[in-house]
């Protein structure tokens, strides 16, 4: 697509068919754009598609070489028979309990802190956000362990509380992502509010909250999203197996089955992963902006 | 009229503190998950990292003693060099795929929203689920990568998950799998950069790579900057991927920083050991940041105003 271009670069001076080479060079680059793409979207789609493929095979086609693409019999009942094997009822419930505990934490509670640091003035504000993005910065590691001792102590270690209770105090990320949204609402409409005698929560909470919708959605989204593939909190947390969450059973899934039965850890692992799909395939835009958002503007 | 405004002033004085109650009840929740969930746990890590400290006796007072034991640990500077390795392999690949990927998905084709969608749907299906995806990807038999790599290029491809000089290379495979975020957020940057840019290059006559290389880049290096700083934080802070496919064999070849410090803290009980470690991951994050910033003066664009 270069050499086409530089080929066109040189061939314009006061040529005639000036626009049709240029369209036409545009074309081919167009073309090779489109090839290389695609390729590599098809590389892109393959594990996924080999995930669904290996699910519904029967054992002894797993281990064919060369393999076969599509199952010569669509094996559905790799699904319950995967998730029979494991309490994978359980470890959904437990799972569930978890992300919407945390859903809620941070939803009552990161808008309150990001709508302060847009719109209160106040001294301490400018340092105190400093502070905020770097926690951001914080490896998790180094709170990890007296974060563990302290939930011990408390005799709260094998429950969901470390894993909930956290999000109730605000996630760095989404205050910093709901502060930069806030900011873009014109303060005019709050001093309006003011003047007919709105105090701040109200101007909070019938103003900017109902404004903000989109990028309640994205927290909501990376909060679902981060909670429910969590592995190293559980890993840490929770011992007792009927505790345990669909990333830690599936983790321990190899140890019972050995690594054999692909079909039915692949089945398996769709169906943990199918509500994360199922979300960004209805929210893409809530993703995308809450990447560009943070990644762009930070 | 001085009068006047003083009376102002404090009038302001009152409506302002007013303000600055309000700010601290609305951030509360934020300053008390700080104290108690932040900077206690901050500095309880770094008392624990000069004690000895297995949960069940009384921690004991031992001064640098997990310091210097650590520098004398092979399996840490194993840990670490696992660590650099990967993250310098993930980093650098990782940004030059994502930046060529949202470079040809900016060239005003059709579908771009299709693709970007497709490019990202990796990053939807994260950790456990991906890692045993891959080790069946991978596997050294009846793997598809070794497939792949028979059929298109004759090569009988290793047994990488279990050979100690391809494993992190697989690895480092895998997590370019999962690049679609910072493609995102180039292409976003991307379709930022205003059309006039390019007009005005294009009337002095300048080409596809005069373009990339003299206005493209340039405006793209603050994003890239970013994206290396929070690549590097996050490559050294890999974990399911080496607890799942591997755990950190063969041979401790893929024994990653925090699946070492997992280990001493939640399967040895060394916390004092770990906290330690925990420090030192700290700051080496740090110095790397600000190495970063500090070179980031010499290849790092930004727009005046």
Redesign the interface.
């Known amino acids: 697509m270069n050499l086409a271009d530089t080929h066109a670069a040189k061939m314009e001076p006061r040529s005639a068919k000036i626009f049709w080479t240029k369209s036409r060079s545009k074309l081919a680059g167009d073309l090779i754009t489109y090839i290389i793409i695609a390729f590599l979207s098809l590389i892109i789609l393959f594990p996924v598609f080999w995930m669904l493929s290996t699910a519904l095979k029967e054992n002894s086609e797993v281990f064919l070489f060369p393999p076969r693409w599509i199952p010569s019999v669509l094996l559905w009942d790799n699904f319950p028979k995967a998730l029979t094997f494991l309490p994978f009822g359980r470890y959904l419930l437990n799972t569930s309990v978890i992300t919407f505990g945390a859903l809620l934490g941070q939803l009552l509670s990161s808008p309150l802190v990001a709508f302060a640091f847009a719109r209160l003035r106040a001294r301490a504000s400018t340092p105190l956000f400093i502070l905020v993005l770097a926690t951001m910065m914080l490896p998790w590691q180094v709170t990890m362990i007296p974060m563990f001792l302290l939930f011990k102590n408390l005799d709260l270690v094998d429950t969901f509380v470390p894993l909930i209770l956290p999000n109730f105090f605000g996630g760095a990320f989404f205050i910093f992502l709901l502060r930069q949204f806030f900011l873009t609402i014109s303060p005019e409409l709050a001093d309006a509010a003011k003047i007919d005698g709105a105090g701040y929560f109200q101007i909070f909470s019938r103003i900017y909250l109902p404004l903000s919708k989109p990028a309640l959605a994205t927290v909501a989204i990376f909060t679902f999203m981060s909670n429910w593939n969590d592995f190293m909190g559980p890993l840490v947390y929770l011992s007792s197996n009927e505790k345990w969450t669909l990333t830690l059973g599936l983790s321990r899934f190899t140890g019972m089955y050995g690594l054999t039965a692909w079909n039915l850890l692949m089945a398996a692992s769709l169906v943990t992963v199918a509500p994360c799909i199922l979300l960004f395939f209805f929210a893409q835009r809530y993703f995308i902006q809450g990447i560009v958002i943070t990644g762009v503007k930070g | 009229m001085n009068l006047a405004m003083t009376k102002r002033r404090t009038r302001l004085g009152v409506q302002?503190r007013k303000?600055?109650r309000?700010?601290?009840l609305?951030?509360s929740?934020?300053l008390?998950?700080?104290i108690?969930?932040?900077a206690?746990?901050?500095l309880?890590?770094f008392y624990?990292s000069f004690n000895f400290y297995d949960?069940v006796t009384p921690a004991r007072w031992v001064g640098l003693l997990n310091y210097t034991d650590l520098l004398k640990d092979e399996l840490f500077w194993q840990s670490l060099k696992v660590t650099a390795i990967y993250s310098v392999g993930s980093v650098a690949l990782g940004i030059l795929a994502s930046l060529f990927?949202a470079l040809?998905?900016n060239?005003n084709?059709h579908g771009v929203a299709v693709?970007?969608?497709?490019?990202?749907?990796?990053s939807?299906?994260?950790?456990?689920?991906v890692s045993?995806?891959?080790?069946?990807?991978l596997n050294t038999?009846?793997g598809?990568v070794n497939?792949v790599l028979l059929?298109v290029f004759g090569i009988h491809g290793p047994s990488w998950l279990m050979n100690k000089y391809w494993v992190i290379p697989a690895i480092v495979l895998m997590s370019l799998?999962g690049i679609g975020?910072s493609i995102?957020?180039y292409l976003?940057?991307l379709q930022?950069i205003p059309t006039e840019f390019f007009e005005a290059a294009e009337i002095d006559?300048a080409?596809?790579?005069s373009k990339l290389v003299n206005i493209t880049l340039p405006l793209m290096t603050p994003?890239i900057f970013?994206?290396t700083i929070t690549g590097v934080?996050g490559s050294?802070?890999v974990?399911?991927q080496a607890?799942?496919m591997t755990s950190g064999g063969p041979n401790n070849a893929s024994l990653f920083y925090?699946l070492y410090?997992?280990r001493n803290?939640?399967r040895y009980w060394r916390?004092g050991y770990?906290?330690a470690q925990?420090?030192i991951?700290?700051m080496i994050?740090i110095v790397l940041?600000a190495i970063l910033l500090r070179t980031s003066s010499r290849w790092v664009y930004y727009e005046a105003g």
């Open positions: 302002a303000e600055e309000a700010f601290f609305f951030i929740p934020w008390v998950g700080f108690f969930f932040t206690g746990p901050i309880a890590s624990f949960v990927i040809l998905l060239r084709i693709f970007r969608t497709i490019f990202y749907l990796p939807v299906i994260s950790g456990v689920a045993l995806l891959w080790m069946w990807l038999d009846f598809m497939f059929k799998w975020g995102v957020i976003a940057r930022g006559g080409g596809y790579w994003v970013f994206n934080i050294f802070q974990f399911t607890y799942v925090v410090l997992y803290a939640f916390m770990a906290s925990a420090w991951l700290f994050l940041t």
